[in-house]
């Protein structure tokens, strides 16, 4: 097995191929001067087993052909099999026609990391589960709740909190959780009006309850904080995030500092370099190398 870091999130890759106790390939990235991307393999990698490290977070499309090129010059110099690791999938939410005229990128991009010469691909947490159906090589969705279960447990009883998807697309989302939890569920009713979100309806009760939401992205911040609110309107006790993918676009940590969640939870799918207090980060790096160590077996 050998291991190789985009520049997405090399702090990551680092802990994953530590834990796997495995040095990164040594790899050569350089712009020309119109900033085309050169990306060079600076190591033998004839017959490997190789893994390619890159979340496409933003600059996503920098990141995305960073990741494309890499693929490209392995299966050039002769790796065996190579499996693109992206713990962030950029533009798994355009995963379906939104409106007349508009595309399906999830699907484009899709194909092209396959077209690339991934043989495989390791992700976490879509958008939506059918993902799973737009590759035409194996893919495989990484379940993040058992990191989230285990920190939620550490602090609650079942009776104490209820699980909340801040929208419908999410409800599976939170019944998983809630079902690892054995806790009840509340769902919000969100509608994008001119892209911003607007909550329409509460569906079930978090009275007297901390309220935990549950969600796969936060960008803009909108969507979870304005959650907390009709959350804490409804009665909840006080609101807690659980997000795989901390994207925290323009202000969105000054909006959740300003909100009413109490304390955030992501995972570091993707590199943070802003802080905040209430926002606390849980490590995938485990859950990801040991997938690919069972991967590094089969193939
Ligand atoms: C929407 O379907 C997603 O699951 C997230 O709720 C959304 O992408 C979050 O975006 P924002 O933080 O910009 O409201």
């Given at each position: ?18 834990y ?20 060079r393999?600076?190591?033998?990698v ?5 893994f390619?490290i ?13 990741m ?10 002769l790796?065996?099999?190579v ?18 005229g ?5 699907k ?8 690339a010469?991934?043989d495989?691909i ?22 993040v ?21 801040p ?25 994008r009006i001119?892209?911003a ?30 959650a ?9 006790k ?5 997000i795989?993918?901390?994207v ?8 959740v ?40 077996t089969?193939c």
């Amino acid at each position: 097995m050998k291991i190789l870091s985009g520049t997405s999130n090399p702090t990551l890759a680092t802990q994953i191929a530590d834990y796997l106790d495995q040095p990164l390939v040594r790899v050569h990235i350089e712009r020309f001067a119109d900033q085309e991307l050169y990306c060079r393999i600076d190591e033998n990698v004839h017959g490997a087993n190789v893994f390619v490290i890159q979340s496409t977070s933003q600059p996503a499309n920098e990141h995305l052909m960073e990741m494309l090129i890499l693929i490209d010059a392995l299966k050039r110099n002769l790796a065996r099999h190579v499996t693109a690791v992206i713990p962030y999938f950029g533009y798994a939410r355009q995963d379906r026609k939104t409106a007349p005229g508009a595309p399906i990128t999830a699907k484009l991009v899709s194909n092209l990391i396959a077209k690339a010469g991934a043989d495989q691909i390791i992700s976490l947490d879509w958008h939506k589960e059918q993902m799973q159906g737009f590759f035409d090589i194996p893919a495989y969705d990484l379940d993040v709740s058992p990191l989230f279960v285990k920190n939620i447990q550490a602090d609650f009883n079942p009776d104490e909190i209820v699980l909340v998807s801040p929208d419908i697309g999410g409800v599976l989302r939170a019944r998983k959780l809630a079902d690892y939890l054995n806790c009840d569920i509340a769902i919000l009713e969100k509608r994008r009006i001119e892209n911003a979100p607007v909550i329409l309806n509460l569906i079930g009760s978090v009275k007297g309850k901390t309220a935990i939401l549950v969600d796969d992205i936060i960008d803009s911040g909108r969507t979870v904080c304005l959650a907390a609110q009709s959350l804490m309107e409804a009665g909840a006790k006080d609101v807690r995030a659980y997000i795989t993918h901390g994207v925290f676009s323009g202000k969105a940590l000054n909006l959740v500092e300003a909100s009413m969640i109490s304390q955030m939870f992501v995972t570091d799918t993707i590199a943070h370099t802003k802080a905040s207090p209430k926002v606390h980060t849980l490590s995938i790096a485990p859950l990801v190398a040991k997938a690919m160590q069972s991967m590094a077996t089969m193939c």
